[in-house]
Nanobody, 124 residues
Framework: QVQLVESGGGLVQAGDSLRLSCSAS????????MGWFRRAPGKEREFVAA????????YYTDSVKGRFTISRDNAKNTVYLQMNSLKPADTAVYYC?????????????????WGQGTQVTVSS
């Protein structure tokens, strides 16, 4: 079993930056992709970003391209989401995710494991 724990959420103003972190613990038995999803108030959960095991392949939803950057440190079993130029539309609960497959597969089919979520609120 794998546990994912997010941190770094909070309340910021439009234009500010935040960095989310997610640490994986437990029994990770092979290489895996990691990523982030989010659920805005009144909306379904949506894909935000994903990164391959090697860190060389990344995917982003169109609305965050150029503003968000996903990265990972496999020595620490941690994935990061650097969020710049935040907008009120980015307000959501952000969920860390892990998939024992490619980042593309996680983007299309969803993850194997979810974190508990961290709230990001962007005021105008």
């Amino acid at each position: 079993q794998v546990q994912l724990v997010e941190s770094g959420g909070g309340l910021v103003q439009a234009g500010d930056s935040l960095r989310l972190s997610c640490s994986a613990s437990g029994r990770t038995v092979s290489t895996y992709a990691m990523g982030w999803f989010r659920r805005a108030p009144g909306k379904e959960r949506e894909f935000v970003a994903a990164i391959s095991w090697g860190g060389d392949v990344t995917y982003y939803t169109d609305s965050v391209k150029g503003r968000f950057t996903i990265s990972r440190d496999n020595a620490k079993n941690t994935v990061y989401l650097q969020m710049n130029s935040l907008k009120p539309a980015d307000t959501a609960v952000y969920y860390c995710a892990l998939k024992y497959a490619s980042a593309q597969t996680m983007r299309l089919a969803g993850p194997d494991y979810w974190g508990q979520g961290t709230q990001v609120t962007v005021s105008s």
